[in-house]
């Protein structure tokens, strides 16, 4: 069975940092290309960041230079780095884990929320 958990969301201030761990297990996580991906109330899910087999990285124009994206496959778990949090990146966060073959498993989501 699939499984990816999501942890470290929270309320934090504009201007903090988060850190937000997803765990994998039920796949060979090493092949799997992982991301993170957004949905904030009243809009349609949208990508943060994904980072390859092979560790190379992508961002959304709106996190780059403040998030990173970083994977243990040792673990089996990817982790993104949030810092200056905006007020804009309220929003539930999920764990992606593809294959180019069009298998694609999400976990359940992390609420964060930016406020003063």
């Known amino acids: 069975q699939v499984q990816l958990v999501e942890s470290g969301g929270g309320l934090v201030q504009p201007g903090g940092t988060l850190r937000l761990s997803c765990a994998a297990s039920?796949?060979?996580?090493?092949?799997?290309?992982m991301g993170w991906y957004r949905q904030a109330p009243g809009k349609q899910r949208e990508l943060v960041a994904t980072?390859?087999?092979?560790?190379?990285?992508n961002y959304a124009d709106s996190v780059k230079g403040r998030f990173t994206i970083s994977r243990d496959n040792a673990k089996g778990t990817v982790y993104v780095q949030m810092n200056s949090l905006k007020p804009e990146d309220t929003a539930v966060y999920f764990c992606n884990a593809q294959r180019p073959v069009g298998i694609n498993h999400w976990g359940k989501g992390t609420l964060v929320t930016v406020s003063a």
């Open positions: 039920g796949i060979a996580f090493r092949i799997y290309v």
């Open positions: 980072i390859t087999t092979g560790g190379n990285t």
